[in-house]
């Protein structure tokens, strides 16, 4: 076995297409979760075009490619998964029955500990290392978008009656309903990311469009296009204009969720769950097998979703001072964001504490504008 790590502008034509190839088999067989989009060449390569130290490991026996894994490092040797923080899959892309030993991987990569926050299923060289295991809901439209319907009739006859009623008086209000599963025009692009920011400081959360990296990664991979991978933005109107949007990736078999947001001049209408039923209808039609609506507790999720997946967060370690220092740091900060995650009386009051301060914020630049 050798490895090899490369830059993503090495990666060769060839190593890519055995990469997508690799990720267009694994839902035949077995393996759905190596089909994710943010698993995928193209997320490497775009997000090594907007950020330093983003290196893929290829792993050849008899000169075949057999495994690729992506990631990222400083130069000290601290590794973490491919977009920490903001990718809602990570782990090592591999053949069927394809073994690995995690800490000779790692020193071929020069890396003392790897860190990740969404790993997939079946990494059981990597799972070993967790420090935690949690849900990450799915839609799964595979039987079609009606047998997905009627199923949340079954379950939730209140929610999905709602939600429908909802999109028929949005209509009747506001203007015709339509919805684009794939739009191609930046400018609602444009829309939705200040949507966000403005959802992101309303409840007081750190602004991911802050970052001027991540808008440009958002807008590489919009206009990324191939059967195998795309950046796709649905968007819900109404009377003609946009209230509702999504961007997210789609590999053959599985559309990621990313980031939703909508008008909250509109927020009566729910437009939000509309334009994520539209979006199950819209990935059905395209032969998507399920959205995968990402790790996190949101009453929205519970609703929508059909089942759940599993993914795990932790980190791999050598025996070097780099790693011990870096799970010193580290794990403090994520045992108690965990725990105020995981426990209601102590999620409560933060939720409220942080819209409070969002509110607080927004009052304050509203007094400054004027």
């Not at 490619?65 to 040797?77: D, E, H, L, T, W």
Request: aromatic fraction near 10%; proline fraction near 5%; include cysteine.
């Amino acid at each position: 076995m050798e490895i090899r790590v490369y830059r993503p502008g090495e990666l060769t034509a060839a190593d890519r297409a055995v990469w997508t190839a690799m990720q267009a088999q694994a839902p035949l067989l077995g393996a759905p979760q190596l089909a994710n989009p943010f698993l995928s060449p193209e997320f490497a390569l775009a997000l090594g075009r907007c950020r330093g130290g983003v290196r893929i490991a290829v792993v050849r026996e008899e000169g075949e490619p057999v495994a690729f894994f992506p990631f990222q490092r400083n130069r000290f040797g601290v590794g973490r998964a491919i977009g920490l923080g903001l990718s809602d899959a990570q782990g090592l892309v591999h053949r069927p029955g394809f073994q690995w030993d995690a800490r000779e991987l790692l020193q071929a990569c020069g890396l003392a500990v790897w860190e990740f926050d969404h790993l997939v299923e079946g990494q059981k060289p990597f799972e070993v290392a967790a420090r935690g295991t949690y849900d990450s809901p799915v839609i799964d439209v595979d039987q079609g978008y009606e047998a997905y319907l009627a199923q949340l009739r079954a379950r939730s006859p209140k929610f999905t009656r709602t939600t429908l009623a909802k999109e028929r008086k949005l209509g009747r209000d506001i203007g015709e309903v339509s919805y684009v599963h794939d739009e191609r025009d930046p400018a609602v692009l444009r829309t939705l990311m200040g949507w966000k920011s403005a959802q992101y400081r309303r409840t007081g959360r750190s602004d991911r469009f802050a970052h001027p990296w991540i808008i440009r990664l958002v807008r590489q991979l919009f206009h990324s296009r191939s059967e195998s991978f795309a950046g796709v933005l649905s968007v819900l109107y109404a009377g003609g204009r946009p209230i509702a949007a999504h961007f997210g990736l789609r590999s053959e078999r599985v559309m990621a969720c990313w980031f939703p947001a909508y008008d909250t001049d509109f927020a009566k209408f729910s437009p939000g769950l509309v334009l994520h039923l539209r979006m199950a209808e819209g990935a059905a039609a395209e032969g998507v097998d399920y959205l995968d609506l990402g790790r996190g507790e949101k009453e929205y999720k519970d609703s929508l979703k059909t089942r759940d997946l599993s993914v795990s967060e932790g980190w791999v370690m050598r025996r070097h001072p780099v790693a011990l220092g870096h799970r010193a740091r580290r794990a403090p900060v994520r045992a108690l964001r965990n725990t105020v995650l995981s426990r209601p009386e102590f999620f409560g009051p933060a939720d409220r504490l942080l819209k409070r301060m969002g509110s607080l914020r927004a009052a304050g630049k509203n007094r400054e504008e004027k």
